[in-house]
């Protein structure tokens, strides 16, 4: 790695065009569904990653001293007029550096398309999953540390295997993530000799999913699996579900595996499972640690890749010695992997330090980051199992 310079003219650089004296601060954007279909999500969600904010700017290290803040948009998870227009102001308007962002999968394609590759900005997704974003031209702008649902189709169809459930009726939210999900779940589940009795769509936002629920029920299964959210259609699909007796056990996907699930439900869904980006390694204990003393509740879905996402932008920008998104792109998969002194949550300072002397650095973080191909994070997968109207962790995949 390039000693890293700190010179006053490379510190004058900004993803927004600023030169002459130095920035007062680094902005980063932060582009998450604050309204929609997983607005119970997102508040930890964005509270992570203001932490390695916080953390950066705290140690004085950054670029010879920069401080950094944030800057929030609403992406609404679903509305891709909305996020667009939040993200170009993210850009235009506040001069972000870069964006942690956007969640659900279908804005965050959109968000990329028109807006942070034309305008060749770094974007940093801590949760869209669609296996399409493996495809996107981005020119190298577009990076996730959650795992692509390709791999989290097969996990489920693994749990469902080894469980001993060899059919389930599907249902998905009618839109990338949901249609991309469902998929990769059944070619997985079919390979390995399950079957897959319907696969029907619904729409957020209705009152009453008891002609979807008829349907499925309909059509048999051992199980309903619904990849969907946790505050919009996956959970009306349960409830109507439970109401009219047509199912009263569930798989759910990564949209649906948060705390407000058990809440909503509790032990009347008992004995479902699913999955959630995550793993038991020592930088997830630290993260929860650290997050924990400093007043944030790291424990929920999607805010330790949050973290992560922040922490990456932030240890790019300073091994490039510049907050560019054309040379902090150029860093990412560099700082994230070996070789390299690894660092983990609460270490941002150390790893910063390391960068400012010119040496290497193996950013492990909270979720174990390992980034391949063209930006993916390889991850794991936590297997939550419903008891007692609690999730807890059966084993990690």
Do not use: W
Not at 47 to 53: I, P, Q, R, T, V
Not at 144 to 173: C, N
Not at 208 to 223: I, K, P
Request: charged share 20%; net charge negative; proline share 3%.
């Amino acid at each position: 790695m390039k000693k890293l310079l700190l010179a006053s003219s490379m510190l004058a650089l900004s993803a927004t065009g600023l030169s002459g004296a130095a920035q007062a601060e680094v902005k980063l954007g932060i582009i998450l569904g604050f309204t929609g279909p997983i607005e119970s999500v997102t508040p930890g969600m964005a509270d992570s990653a203001e932490l390695a904010m916080k953390e950066v700017s705290d140690s004085g290290k950054l670029l010879g001293g920069e401080t950094v803040s944030s800057v929030r948009a609403d992406s609404t998870c679903v509305d891709s007029a909305a996020a667009t227009a939040g993200a170009e102001r993210l850009v235009t308007s506040d001069g972000v550096a870069a964006i942690v962002g956007a969640d659900c999968s279908g804005v965050t394609g959109a968000i990329a398309n028109n807006v942070t590759i034309p305008k060749g900005v770094v974007m940093v997704s801590p949760s869209a999953t669609s296996p399409a974003l493996s495809a996107l031209d981005d020119n190298g702008y577009f990076f996730r540390t959650a795992p692509s649902d390709a791999r989290q189709g097969q996990v489920l169809a693994d749990i469902m295997k080894d469980r001993g459930f060899t059919s389930a009726a599907v249902t998905y939210t009618n839109n990338d993530y949901g249609k991309g999900l469902a998929d990769a779940f059944q070619s997985s589940f079919e390979a390995a000799g399950g079957k897959v009795t319907t696969s029907v769509a619904h729409e957020d936002g209705k009152a009453d999913y008891s002609a979807e629920v008829g349907t499925l029920a309909a059509s048999g299964g051992d199980l309903l699996a619904v990849f969907g959210y946790v505050d919009q259609g996956g959970r009306g699909i349960i409830q109507s579900s439970l109401d009219t007796g047509a199912f009263d056990t569930f798989l759910v996907g990564d949209g649906m595996s948060s705390e407000a699930l058990v809440e909503t439900f509790g032990s009347s869904i008992d004995g479902s499972f699913g999955t959630l980006p995550g793993n038991e390694s020592e930088g997830a204990a630290k993260f929860l640690e650290f997050a924990k003393a400093n007043g944030v509740d790291g424990d929920g879905a999607f805010r330790p890749e949050s973290y992560d996402a922040a922490a990456l932008i932030l240890l790019a920008m300073q091994a490039a010695g510049s907050t560019d998104s054309a040379a902090v792109k150029d860093k990412i998969m560099e700082v994230a992997n070996a070789p390299g002194e690894p660092i983990l949550p609460g270490e941002l300072a150390k790893g910063l330090e390391i960068l400012a002397n010119g040496g290497d650095i193996d950013y492990v973080g909270a979720t174990a980051v390992e980034l391949i191909g063209p930006g993916e994070a390889a991850g794991s997968y936590r297997e939550l199992l419903v008891e007692g109207g609690a999730f807890t962790t059966v084993q990690i995949r």
